[in-house]
Each structure stands twice: as structure tokens, then as C-alpha cells.
């Protein structure tokens, strides 16, 4: 047993997605949650950025002696992991891995489309993975640099949000695709919007709840799961306004988190 937190961070509220699922499958866990939301987004930054700033993630969250890190930020995850993941002393699990092994698992055409933000886009780390699995499989890319501030302003399902949807996806539905990776845990807010877009026919895969399955199975792999819970088990820190975090937060998790957030200066990491 290794009653250690689980550290997860992400460029914003984002990754809550990611935390809300890691809760459901592994609910006796404790978690540290980091939103760096003084510098959101990351999607449009420089990779030189993205490196500084994931660097400075970790770095915090390793004061908190935690026994892995979660990066639940699609940019950082595709554009910064690769290159740091040997950095540090302990595990680092990013969404990627899992979202495309339970894509190439689910794709019966092997069409599979995947949108994020430019960052990670840029990167081509999906589809580098996802023809590592088969070369014949077609991916088809798509950078949606709009809907992360969409999610982080509250517009789930409305007109706007539906317009810019249809903008982003037409070619990808166009192309045929029957599976859909969702690149950055923003979206899984918008996966009513999205799904309704890319019709019935079209497998959705989420990569927060994702990577919440692969630590479910590391985790009781290694025997390294907690064996009970602690009552003040859930803690959130955030780089700018705490009241937003908590309001739109709360939102995103599907339960209050009303005094348990606390704010920090990234910088000093």
C-alpha cells in the first residue's frame, strides 16, 4: 500500500475532467490538483514555454511528495513529456497513451480523427503512437484553438459553441472517420455539442477518463493504491483567481470544492 497523493496538473480547469474520473475509478485516493490558471492556455504557446512551464508544474507538485504525477493537459503531454519524462525521480503518466490505445481498440474503419489545441496538434504525437499500432491507420488532425477558452468561460452548449464546433469538425466528418479522440481535457465539456456533431456513428474517446483506467491498473499493479480514505483528501492550488476556480470548478468536478483551493506563485518553481 502507498497512502501518497496523486499529483495531477493542467494549463487551467481542463484537467478537472481528468481528476473528476481518476475520483470515480480510484476513490479512496488522495489528489493535489495544480491549474495553472495565470497562464492559460498552453496550446498556443512556444514549446520552449510549454517545457518551462511543465518543468514548473512538476516541480511544485513534487513538494507535496507524491507517488506519481498525472499530466492532464494534452499540450504539455504531447509536446512536453517526451522530452522530460526522464527528468524527474518518479513516475509521470501523460493522456495521451491511453486515449490512443482505446482508439486503435475501438476504430472498425481505421479513420480516426483527433482534435486538441495547436500545440498539440503541432506535435503529431498521436499520430505518431497511433501508426506505431498499424501504419494503415488514417488520422486526421484538427487544431481547435477556440474551445478551450469557450469551456474556461462556462459556454458549453450554446449557438456560438455549436458554430465553431461545425467549423472545426466539417472535415473530419467529412472524411469518415468512426472514432474521435477528444486531444485535451477541456473538450470532454463539450462532448454533447461535439457528439451531436459528428452523429451516433462516431466513438468519442475521452482522454481524461482515459488515463484515469491506465492508473487505476498501474496503481493496483504496483501495489501502490491507498488503502482507505482520507477525509481531507482533495486539494485544488491555482496560479490566479481562486473564486472563479471554485465556481466554474465546481462545475467541471460535479461536486463543490468551496474552500479547498488555495492560490500560489508558479514563478517560484
Excluded: W
Excluded at 478551450?148 to 458549453?156: A, Q
Excluded at 482522454?207 to 482533495?234: I, Q, W
Excluded at 473564486?243 to 470544492?257: A, D, K
Amino acid at each position: 500500500m502507498n497512502n501518497k497523493s496523486i499529483g495531477v496538473f493542467d494549463s487551467g480547469l481542463g484537467g478537472l475532467t481528468a481528476v473528476k474520473e481518476i475520483m470515480n475509478e480510484l476513490p479512496n485516493e488522495s489528489i493535489i490538483y495544480f491549474g495553472d490558471t495565470g497562464r492559460v492556455p498552453y496550446g498556443t504557446r512556444s514549446r520552449d514555454t510549454i517545457l518551462k512551464y511543465t518543468r514548473g508544474d512538476i516541480r511544485f507538485l513534487k513538494t507535496f511528495d507524491v507517488k506519481i504525477i498525472v499530466i492532464a493537459c494534452g499540450t504539455a503531454s504531447s509536446a512536453a513529456l517526451p522530452m522530460i519524462k526522464d527528468e524527474f525521480d518518479m513516475p509521470i503518466v501523460g493522456v495521451i497513451d491511453a486515449a490512443v490505445y482505446a482508439a486503435v481498440r475501438a476504430t472498425k474503419n481505421k479513420k480516426i480523427g483527433v482534435i486538441g489545441t495547436p500545440g498539440t496538434i503541432k506535435s503529431g504525437e498521436y499520430e505518431k503512437q497511433i501508426t506505431a499500432y498499424d501504419p494503415e491507420m488514417r488520422v486526421y488532425n484538427r487544431a481547435c484553438p477556440m474551445f478551450v477558452p469557450l469551456v474556461e468561460n462556462g459556454y458549453f452548449d450554446c449557438e456560438v459553441t455549436r458554430l465553431i464546433a461545425a467549423e472545426y469538425l466539417e472535415e473530419i466528418r467529412a472524411a469518415g472517420v468512426d472514432t474521435l479522440i477528444l486531444g485535451c481535457t477541456h473538450y470532454p465539456l463539450l462532448e454533447k455539442v461535439i457528439g451531436e456533431y459528428m452523429g451516433d456513428g462516431v466513438t468519442l474517446i475521452n482522454s481524461g477518463a482515459e488515463v484515469a483506467k491506465y492508473l487505476k491498473k498501474k496503481l493496483h499493479g504496483d501495489t501502490a493504491h491507498s488503502a482507505s480514505p482520507d477525509a481531507d483528501r482533495y486539494r485544488y492550488y491555482v496560479s490566479d483567481d481562486v473564486s472563479s476556480f471554485e465556481e466554474l470548478g465546481s462545475i467541471f468536478l460535479e461536486r463543490e470544492i468551496n474552500g479547498q483551493v488555495s492560490k500560489i506563485d508558479i514563478e517560484k518553481y
